[in-house]
């Protein structure tokens, strides 16, 4: 079993920045993926970004590339994800979530607020 607790969402005005942390316990050693999911009210969710536990290559949604920065510390089994240029249209309930090798993205967090005024 592996959970994952999200923390450091709030409110923030736009063109500010947030970073929220994932942290990871459990059996986090087959863990092939861990990433970042938005929901917007009103929206499905949606992949924000993600990392490969085996090499550290990451991937973004084109919507927040060159604004997102998604990070991994093994040792500490935390997983950031540094948000800048906040727009309003980044509003949403952003979840924590991971795979295992094999399987899809079936491990999820609670979810955590982010709110950006404009």
């Known amino acids: 079993q592996v959970q994952l607790v999200e923390s450091g969402g709030g409110l923030v005005q736009a063109g500010g920045s947030l970073r929220l942390s994932c942290a990871a316990s459990g059996r986090t050693l087959y863990l092939n993926g861990m990433g970042w999911f938005r929901q917007a009210p009103g929206k499905e969710r949606e992949f924000v970004a993600g990392?490969?536990?085996?090499?550290?290559?990451?991937r973004y949604a084109d919507s927040v590339k060159g604004r997102f920065t998604i990070s991994r510390d093994v040792h500490k089994n935390t997983l950031t994800l540094q948000m800048n240029s906040l727009k309003s249209e980044d509003t949403a309930v952003y979840y924590c979530?991971?795979?295992?090798?094999?399987?899809?993205?079936?491990?999820w967090g609670q979810g955590t607020q982010v709110t950006v005024s404009s």
């Open positions: 990392v490969v536990t085996a090499n550290g290559s990451t």
């Open positions: 979530a991971a795979t295992r090798l094999g399987g899809g993205w079936d491990i």
